[in-house]
């Protein structure tokens, strides 16, 4: 049997879901192996991006590309996908790479990301995909301890040599171009000879993370920049390098690119808070910050009607993050969309409209001069969004925020707030307990899901 045989057949086109997305070079409907992009025609072939979504495990399935799309991105990853269970599971698969996955009208350009640790099993599954993107890439950036555990992702960087045969064998065995994706390692010197090693395997894009394996989590930190300067400064000037990390607002895109030299700026975290933060060319403050009942109702209605189990699977944590400022201030909301399971769309039709009729509110008080509707840039560089405006999240780090800001000083009644909430449940719980202390305990499907 050939790749092209292997491949999943190209899926029945859905237009009702159809997102504007960017105009491309038209692609060549055969790959072999002689005439595989490379490179800068690689570039070419993706309409040249310059914002990316970067691949985020559940977070940047196919409704959310859409979504992003719309709101400025150029070209999308996939979440990542586990390559063994993506080429041996036919369930696996059809769940996270749907129907419309790929699709040359509303999903391209598209890169498909997995992990691995054996190269049989990464063609594998690679193969699945041939068509239906632009290319595949191998992460080798997760820090996350079920990497550790799996050995994939960053915890291969004590193994040039499999790295080297990961994506050697899709170089020279599958029909579409290998990209990789790495974080950076103590020092600039070792991080570029890292990255020479994985352009040499084949790697047509090199995704430069400038943050280590270790920073993560509350010691997230920084990226540095400087380090992908570097590389980028000691690679063949047609190299193809992605930047990726501290992007919080548009114009620190720009601020990437002349940083780093870098052809495109990737972000992850920012994108999911606030799509807009990919409108470079749309200054208006709707465009850039968006509001949360309008984008929650985009993303909401555009996730329903999209084919495939992931959009379903992820969109309770969509609802969250896109309400990252707004709940703080409305625990009732947070509470409702707490319970909520994968499929219950009414559920989730409900938070949406009160969310909308608590905004509408809003601007009644933003009518009469009560309230002010406008980002305002501080003297420290960060900017003051109103809460019902998509934004940046800020990690909490000892109770600080990573702009410097003690939490209590941003929302001061929210730990409050939070407390006596926590008190109720405390007590709701304690009541249920006296009734019978040897009834039946949510467990399952009953249990409360944690909120994010």
Known sequence: MTVS???TPEPEVVTKTAAPVKTVVERPSEFTVENKLTGRDLLKSVGFPKTIVAPMVDQSELAWRLISRKYGADLCYTPMFHARL??????YREDQFGP????????RPLIVQFC???PEELLKAAKYVVGRCDAVDLNLGCPQGIAKKGKYGAFLMEDWDLIYRLINILHTKLEIPVTAKIRIYETKEKTLEYAKMVLSAGAQFLTVHGRTRE???QLTGLADWSYIRYVRDNLPPDTVIFANGNVLYSEDIDRSLEATKADAVMSAESNLYNPGVFNVNKPGIDDQFPRVDKLLREYFETAKSTPGNASQ???KSHFFKVLQSFLPKHLNIRNAIGPIRKGQYDQFEDVVKQVEEIVEGIYEKVNKGELEDKVITLPDGYKSVPYWRCQPYFRVVNGVLSNGKRKADVDPEAAQRKKEAKLEKEKAAAALASLSSDGP???GDEAPEPSN
């Not at 993506?86 to 369930?91: A, L, P, T, V, Y």
């Not at 419309?100 to 999903?107: K, Q, S």
């Open 313 to 315: 699977t992820s969109m």
């Open 116 to 118: 691995a640790n054996d």
């Open 100 to 107: 419309l996955d790929g699709d040359a009208n509303v999903d």
């Open 86 to 91: 993506f080429g041996e599971d036919k369930r």
């Open 5 to 7: 045989q292997a491949a």
């Open 215 to 217: 920073m993560k989590g």
């Open 441 to 443: 305990q949510p467990t």
